[in-house]
T-cell receptor
Framework: DAMVIQNPRYQVTQFGKPVTLSCSQT?????MYWYQQKSSQAPKLLFH???????NEADTPDNFQSRRPNTSFCFLDIRSPGLGDAAMYLC????????????FGDGTRLSIL | QQPVQSPQAVILREGEDAVINCSSS?????VHWYRQKHGEAPVFLMI?????EQKGHEKISASFNEKKQQSSLYLTASQLSYSGTYFC??????????????FGQGTILTVHP
């Protein structure tokens, strides 16, 4: 089945140690999104790509970077994770944008020691 | 700007109905509705694009008012499987935001036998 796959499901890292989360899709969608979701809160958009066109949210910390080497893959890099970065990170895709549904992966739960 | 959802929480018995509202201070391009169960990814329910639109299937439906500033989600004859947190996600009118959504704070729905 076509889907959005996130790896790993659970990631534990040390304070300040760089970490990379990955997302792949078999839907061939143009748009890929990264969200951060903390406990009992709404998903918060960090950035999104339309093809290779990168769009960063104004309040996304500089600590967070993203790469999209091709249509299928997108990565979230956290350069120096702090305790406040512990959260669920959700990747989503959409065919073209606002008139299309977003398809979410199962998420990566990041813990910081 | 984050849309406002009401109520924050609803407790129902099986078979009862519920309405969840989502309001914005500005006209919207679209409203998306998602349901998220604890520890899982959000699941798409439906999108509304046109002012005055109503859509859905038998027991879960939604409306978008004429001014495109408010949407309501209607759950009728609720089932245990309806339990979860419901989020509306809104896309602003204008611009080239590629469908980026701002999610409301969520409504926790609990259905008891």
């Amino acid at each position: 089945d076509a889907m959005v796959i996130q790896n790993p499901r659970y990631q534990v890292t040390q304070f300040g140690k760089p970490v990379t989360l990955s997302c792949s899709q078999t839907l061939n969608h143009n748009v890929m999104y990264w969200y951060q979701q903390k406990s009992s809160q709404a998903p918060k958009l960090l950035f999104h790509y339309y093809d290779k066109d990168f769009n960063n949210e104004a309040d996304t910390p500089d600590n967070f970077q993203s790469r999209r080497p091709n249509t299928s893959f997108c990565f979230l890099d956290i350069r120096s994770p702090g305790l406040g970065d512990a959260a669920m990170y959700l990747c989503a895709t959409s065919r073209t944008g606002g008139s299309q549904p977003q398809h979410f992966g199962d998420g990566t739960r990041l813990s910081i020691l | 700007q984050q849309p406002v959802q009401s109520p924050q929480a609803v407790i129902l018995r099986e078979g009862e109905d519920a309405v969840i509202n989502c309001s914005s201070s500005k006209a919207l391009y679209s409203v998306h509705w998602y349901r998220q169960k604890h520890g899982e990814a959000p699941v798409f329910l439906m999108i509304l694009l046109k002012g005055g639109e109503q859509k859905g299937h038998e027991k879960i439906s939604a409306s978008f008012n004429e001014k495109k500033q408010q949407s309501s989600l209607y759950l009728t004859a609720s089932q245990l499987s309806y339990s979860g947190t419901y989020f509306c996600g809104t896309a602003n009118a204008g611009g080239t935001s590629y469908g980026k959504l701002t999610f409301g704070q969520g409504t926790i729905l609990t259905v008891h036998p």
